[in-house]
Nanobody, 116 residues
């Protein structure tokens, strides 16, 4: 099994920025990676993904505000979030895309709260 540990969340005011990190316990080189989020009362959704060749995908609501990146040498994926709004409040998780490839388990996530 593969563990992932997300970090970097916190409380931020609307318009603010955060950078999330996700460290995996084994190499991510062969996997597309995704950042997902789950807001209170809602299902988990894919927010952004980055493929092995570097191509990226973003859900419409975060386009132009979020940037996903990866550092294969560090087994790490990042999510840079700018111009945050209250609708971005959620627990953010990372996993493979699709999830659970190579027995990659869901981590605990990191909570992002956008509030004034």
């Amino acid at each position: 099994q593969v563990q992932v540990v997300e970090s970097g969340g916190g409380l931020v005011q609307p318009g603010g920025s955060l950078r999330l990190s996700c460290v995996a316990s084994r190499s991510i080189t062969l996997y597309a990676m995704g950042w997902y989020r789950q807001a209170p009362g809602k299902q988990r959704e894919l927010v952004a993904s980055i493929f092995t060749g570097g191509d990226t995908y973003y859900t419409d609501s975060v386009k132009g505000r979020f940037t996903i990146s990866r550092d294969n040498a560090k087994n790490t994926a990042y999510l840079e979030m700018n111009d945050l709004n209250t609708e971005d409040t959620a627990v953010y998780y990372c996993n493979t895309l699709p999830p659970n490839l190579g027995m990659t388990y869901w981590g605990k996530g990191t909570l992002v709260t956008v509030s004034s």
